[in-house]
């Protein structure tokens, strides 16, 4: 890595002795002015400093040299803002990203405006709103959406599952979900109305149910991680017919092996888990030889979205060419589709629908002003 040029060093000195340090990692130094900032208050709220100048400089300085060593700010206080919910921060799990808030924000959003206002969707055939949330890392999809759907107040009310193959990321969610609740962020009832799941997306283990065979949604049988996931659905108002859930939502590894090396910050690379940016090399079976490495997880997501009849499909992808892969990939599969793009003007989000459902309010114009097409 470059040396810092004396002049900046010195330019940074005069504001704050501590700013070199924060400025090694990013080299902006509006960032590490803003880092500043925000390790101060972090400070401020231990207690145990209060009254020691000497000791809140000395902590304060520790904590300006682990990000010197590129350790990512939210790792450092513990939790990363994800719109009006807290998610806790670790090795464990990727640090949640502002795209993949704009695009569950995006979802509320035209859910509120759109869907919701029809009195007969708002009652759901008499079931709760069901979301599924495949790859859920630390949980901030399920419980931003947990958060705004409360807001509506749904007479038969919502759940949200999220389900992830990592042990350590899973222990972050169900965590930040009690942290949400204890700030008072989202009600007691989130303990019933979310969850959290282990599970792998793209080698199911057979369930010990069944033989593997699809038998229907009221049975076990296909796989664990189906099971486990008819389980959190399933409650006394599901008919016998219609969709298990409404919406399958996903932002799954999508990186290439090499755009992991070109394309990552040093800081990710040492600090976030590969396994949540980059598609394992040994595909699954029912993976076609032709899908792209980096592409892996989404056909793979959406033979979960039809085998439980979701009426909608929402991915975060790479960029363009990819969302292009994966609308191509839905398009081929019978889904209604469209992009979404974010405040860089680039294909973010992938939505698909089932024609039937007149879910096409998935394409309408944000009403926050964002792009689509
Ligand atoms: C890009 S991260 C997304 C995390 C979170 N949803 C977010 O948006 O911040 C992808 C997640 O996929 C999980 N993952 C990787 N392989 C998986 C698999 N085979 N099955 C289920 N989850 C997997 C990783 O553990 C990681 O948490």
Redesign the pocket.
């Known amino acids: 890595m470059p040396r810092i040029s004396r002049r900046i060093t010195n330019h940074l000195l005069k504001k704050n002795q501590l700013l070199p340090l924060l400025y090694r990692d990013n080299r902006i130094s509006e960032l590490a002015e803003s880092d500043l900032r925000i390790l101060k208050s972090h400070i401020l709220q231990h207690a145990s400093l209060k009254n020691s100048p000497t000791r809140q400089f000395k902590y304060l300085k520790s904590l300006c040299e682990r990000r010197a060593r590129a350790e990512p700010l939210e790792h450092i206080i513990g939790t990363a803002q994800?719109y009006d919910v807290e998610?806790l921060s670790g090795r464990g799990?990727?640090?949640?990203?502002t795209e993949?808030e704009s695009m569950v924000m995006r979802l509320c959003d035209d859910l509120k405006n759109y869907h919701f206002v029809n009195k007969k969707r708002r009652r759901n055939l008499g079931n709760s709103f069901r979301v599924l949330?495949?790859?859920?890392?630390?949980?901030?999809?399920?419980l931003l959406m947990a958060k705004q759907l409360y807001e509506l107040d749904l007479p038969y009310g919502f759940r949200i599952l999220?389900?992830?193959?990592?042990e350590s990321?899973l222990k972050l969610a169900t965590r930040s979900l009690e942290y949400n609740i204890k700030k008072g962020i989202l009600p007691k009832e989130a303990r019933r109305d979310v969850g959290f799941r282990q599970?792998?997306?793209?080698?199911p283990e057979p369930s010990i149910y069944g033989d593997g065979e699809d038998r229907g949604l009221n049975h076990l049988g296909k796989s664990e991680?189906h099971d486990e996931i008819k389980s959190f659905f399933v409650n006394e108002c599901q008919v016998d017919y219609g969709p298990m859930v409404d919406i399958v939502i996903?932002?799954?590894?999508?990186i290439s092996a090499n755009g992991y090396w070109e394309d990552t910050e040093r800081s990710v690379r040492l600090y976030e888990?590969e396994?949540?940016?980059v598609?394992?090399e040994k595909r699954p079976d029912n993976i076609a030889d032709d899908v792209l490495r980096e592409d892996i997880?989404y056909p793979?997501i959406e033979e979960f979205a039809t085998y439980f009849k979701s009426k909608a499909i929402i991915f975060?992808t790479g960029g363009d060419k990819q969302s292009s892969r994966v609308k191509a990939m839905l398009e081929s599969r019978g889904w209604e589709t469209g992009t979404w793009k974010d405040y860089r003007g680039i294909h973010r989000n992938v939505v698909g629908w089932r024609k039937e459902t007149g879910w096409n309010w998935l394409l309408l114009p944000s009403k926050d002003g964002m792009s689509y097409d």
């Open positions: 994800f998610i799990a990727l640090i949640p990203r993949t949330d495949l790859c859920t890392g630390s949980g901030p999809i399920a999220g389900v992830d193959v990592s990321a599970g792998d997306v793209l080698n991680v996903a932002n799954p590894p999508y888990p396994i949540a940016l598609p394992p997880f793979a975060e």
